[in-house]
């Protein structure tokens, strides 16, 4: 089982900030099969981006992926009210499919 | 529009049955694979199962391998989570999840582009 690894648990920022997120897998991960999903309290995770790369429909270009074998990132050029969520990366390559344990964007 | 509708959670004592349905619409379900994410309370995403479009392909995590078994019904356009022998450490929301990838012949290889608002399963005495 590949083993994701976020960091850090929590980021605290102010609006218009720029956010890292990183995502360490413990073995190599396909860059087609790296996914970043944000959740908004009482909300269903919503797909951002896929392929590591690849925006999903009605992504903002703010959020942009990175990344290759074990350590991908995902970057928010320019955090919105909206941002302030929880994220997971994903991997679905390999069975069984598996999440990171999130990382919590908040306000400063 | 794509829709998701979970049902079929509740509450249920540690060691009986519980089966989730899940109504879809707003796309071809026959040409998606399906999947089933849980979240326990105040926990992360949890992959359950996935099955592809002709259900030749299906896969469990191991927490559940055994116990659950997911099926879909193309007539009715809905997916199922059959649980069985339930325990504690089940308890969770659980989501019916779309599948990206078109006509794909595994259930991975896909991220998931739709999600359902789940239905709350609590496994107590």
């Known amino acids: 089982e590949i083993v994701l690894t976020q960091s850090p648990g929590t980021l605290s920022l102010s609006p218009g900030e720029r956010a890292t997120l990183s995502c360490r897998a413990s073995?190599?991960?396909?860059?087609?099969?790296l996914a970043w999903y944000r959740q908004r309290p009482g909300q269903a995770p919503r797909l951002l981006l896929y392929?590591?790369?690849s925006r999903a429909t009605g992504t903002p270009d703010r959020f942009s992926g990175s990344g290759s074998g074990t350590d991908f990132t995902l970057t928010i050029s320019r955090l919105e009210p909206e941002d302030f969520a929880l994220y997971y990366c994903?991997?679905?390559?390999?069975?069984?499919?598996?999440f990171g344990g999130g990382t919590k964007v908040e306000i400063k | 529009e794509v829709q998701l509708v979970e049902s079929g959670g509740g509450l249920v004592q540690p060691g009986r049955s519980l089966r989730l349905a899940c109504a879809t619409s707003?796309?071809?379900?026959?040409?998606?694979?399906m999947h089933w994410v849980r979240q326990g309370p105040g926990k992360g995403l949890e992959w359950v199962s996935g099955?592809?479009?002709?259900?030749?392909?299906?896969g469990y995590s191991d927490s559940v391998k055994g116990r659950f078994t997911i099926s879909r019904d193309g007539a009715k356009n809905s997916l199922n989570l059959q649980m069985k022998s339930l325990r504690v450490e089940d308890t969770a929301l659980y989501y019916c999840?779309?599948?990206?990838?078109?006509?794909?012949?595994?259930?991975?290889?896909?991220?998931?582009?739709?999600w359902g608002p789940g239905t709350m399963v609590t496994v107590a005495s």
């Open positions: 994903q991997q679905y390559g390999s069975s069984p499919l598996t």
């Open positions: 073995q190599s991960v396909s860059n087609t099969y």
């Open positions: 099955i592809n479009w002709n259900s030749e392909n299906i």
């Open positions: 392929g590591t790369f």
């Open positions: 999840v779309k599948a990206a990838r078109r006509l794909s012949s595994y259930y991975e290889f896909s991220a998931f582009d739709f």
């Open positions: 707003g796309f071809t379900f026959d040409d998606y694979a």
